[in-house]
């Protein structure tokens, strides 16, 4: 049975940018496309970001129980919904994959694949460098939402507390000070599970 690779981290730790680099190294790994209804960010790109999808789209996949799991955050923008569709993405008897999340979704999909399958990867990164990463990135956004990203770091400080990363059992934690070390050393990790 093939494992799904689910990287996890606070917001700006530099999650997608290892994922991105991740499909380019292991393109062994397919990857999971995640649904949202937030609206698109400046540089990313529909169907591959993620699905970028309306309350009605989603609504009509969850009559059709295709949602695997989903979030709903209260931002200062409005309620954006994240989630794992059953769309014909994901066949563990055929491939391995890469997939990018939070502890909840994480758990969810333990729940739905069975925890053996799923391989959490564990993100670090200073406070300090995190907000310093955050505030950069939203500077390059059309219309900067300051408020929000406030929000995300500090919600990160209960979504990912030492307490519920040991309840799910996350052990496996890369420090990314150097993003081309952090970056090899998550590799080599992958490469040797597979």
């Known amino acids: 049975m093939h494992k799904i690779f689910y990287i996890m981290g606070k917001s700006s730790s530099g999650k997608d940018s290892i994922f991105k680099e991740l499909r380019k190294k292991c393109p062994q790994l397919k990857t999971i ?52 569709a059953d769309d014909g993405q994901i066949d563990l008897g055929e491939s391995s994959y890469l997939v990018i999340g939070t502890l909840e979704s994480f758990r969810d999909m333990c729940n739905y694949f069975g925890e053996e399958n799923l391989v959490p990867i564990y993100i670090e990164v200073r406070d300090d460098l995190r907000l310093e990463r955050a505030i950069k990135r939203e500077r390059l956004q059309k219309s900067p939402k300051y408020a929000e990203m406030c929000r995300r770091f500090l919600a990160d400080e209960k979504d990912f507390s030492e307490d519920k990363l040991k309840e799910i059992g996350v052990e496996n934690r890369f420090q990314n000070i150097e993003f081309e070390k952090c970056l090899s050393e998550i590799e080599a990790f992958i490469i040797k599970r597979l």
């Open 33 to 84: 496309i995640l649904y949202t209804t937030r609206p698109i960010r400046s540089g990313e790109k529909d169907g591959e970001d993620y699905y970028f999808v309306n309350e009605a789209v989603l609504a009509s996949m969850k009559q059709r129980n295709k949602i695997i799991e989903l979030r709903s955050y209260n931002t200062q923008c409005g309620i954006w919904k994240y989630f794992t």
